[in-house]
């Protein structure tokens, strides 16, 4: 069975913590979810954390350690495994959020129980309902 690898970024500014919601075309378009995406073959996870942090919101950060990892079957019903890992961040500076609107089209910074009340990815949802 094929599997797809994916990663995120847990980003933490001033006690809250950066959500982005997808824009409305794209695949499970309006939902919100963590900085984060696909892994490219041969890349470490943990570089596509970092690389695709740039990419959506233009912030600089590095891994200090992995908050949660999840595994799903292909919500398309295709014979397909996602894993997906999230990693605990911090940004190398403070800087202004600048979207890659093409994926995103709003961020916010939120508490836990503010972001509880969004359309979140599901396994965005667990992790933020398992975080310490």
């Known amino acids: 069975m094929d599997e797809k690898h994916?990663?995120?970024s847990w980003i933490v500014r001033d006690g809250a913590i950066l959500f982005l919601r997808r824009q409305a075309a794209a695949f499970l378009g309006g939902t919100w979810e963590l900085p984060g995406g696909?892994?490219?073959p041969d890349e470490p996870p943990e570089l596509a954390a970092v690389r695709e942090t740039a990419e959506e919101t233009?912030?600089?950060v590095r891994i200090i350690g992995e908050r949660s990892h999840h595994t799903w079957m292909d919500v398309a019903g295709r014979a397909l495994?996602?894993?997906a890992r999230t990693y605990d961040v911090r940004e190398d500076a403070r800087a202004e959020v600048v979207l890659n609107p093409a994926e995103h089209?709003?961020?916010a910074w939120l508490s836990p129980a503010e972001a509880a009340g969004l359309?979140?990815?599901w396994h965005v949802r667990q992790t933020l309902t398992n975080t310490r």
């Open 119 to 121: 359309d979140l990815m």
């Open 38 to 40: 696909t892994v490219e």
């Open 105 to 107: 089209d709003e961020f």
């Open 58 to 60: 233009g912030l600089g």
């Open 6 to 8: 994916l990663a995120y």
């Open 81 to 83: 495994r996602i894993r």
